[in-house]
């Protein structure tokens, strides 16, 4: 069965700094992972998308997210973080012919002013 | 622009009650979704379909009907509302990506 784990449920950054928002997961075979992104009261908006290839992927807003076979993550970063930035941030996974995205339990993002 | 839209936003209903979240998406996707948020939990699966008049069992599909009357529509029903069942209600389509609708405040009381 494929599962996604997100071990930080909170992370606090001041604006500026940079960021990496943490996520393992385990899937057996090619999986494609996927970060979205959750403003308050609104659905989940696609953040960048990796697809077997290149293990750096870039996305929306700065953020780029890297692929590492050997650990099972999928670690999302960006630079230097903005207060518009601060949201909940989900990773999932699903496999080369899966319906399924399966979700981890979420990062709320805040920010420092 | 792809575009997937849940009704009502909010719902306030009756323990035993009967409850039903509509969804329609204009993005003429095939597979449609219904997910559950919970803090802690993450979306979790409960339905979803892949052709009209079909739908299948997701991952929680307990207490939980489902309906796909055309592409466009997919409906979450609930049978006799719970208290456990208060949570968001996620509605999504999957084209190359999957679309999510703004979701579905749901408080059974």
């Known amino acids: 069965a494929q599962s996604v784990t997100q071990p930080d449920a909170r992370v606090t950054v001041s604006e500026g700094a940079s960021l990496q928002l943490r996520c393992k997961y385990s899937y057996f075979g090619t999986p494609y992972l996927f970060w979205y992104v959750q403003y308050p009261r609104q659905g989940l908006q696609l953040l960048l998308k990796y697809y077997p290839g290149d293990p750096v992927v870039q996305g929306v807003n700065g953020f780029e997210a890297e692929f590492s076979k050997s650990n099972s993550s999928f670690h999302l970063r960006k630079a230097s973080v903005h207060w518009s930035d601060w949201a909940v941030y989900f990773c999932?996974?699903?496999?080369?012919?899966?319906?399924?995205?399966?979700f981890g339990t979420g990062t709320s993002l805040l920010v420092d002013p | 622009e792809a575009a997937v839209t849940q009704s009502p936003r909010s719902k306030v209903a009756v323990t035993g009650g009967k409850v039903t979240l509509s969804c329609h998406q204009t993005n003429n996707h095939d597979y449609m979704y219904w997910y559950r948020q919970d803090t802690g939990h993450g979306l979790r699966l409960i339905h979803y379909?892949?052709?009209?008049?079909?739908?299948e069992k997701g991952d929680i599909p307990d207490g939980y009907k489902a309906s796909r009357p055309s592409q466009e529509n997919f409906s979450l029903i609930l049978e006799l509302a719970s208290l456990s069942q208060t949570a968001v209600y996620f509605c999504?389509?999957?084209?190359?990506?999957?679309?999510f609708g703004k979701g579905t405040r749901l408080t059974v009381v």
């Open positions: 379909s892949y052709v009209a008049d079909s739908t």
């Open positions: 999504a389509s999957k084209g190359t990506e999957v679309f």
């Open positions: 999932a996974v699903k496999g080369n012919m899966g319906y399924k995205l399966t």
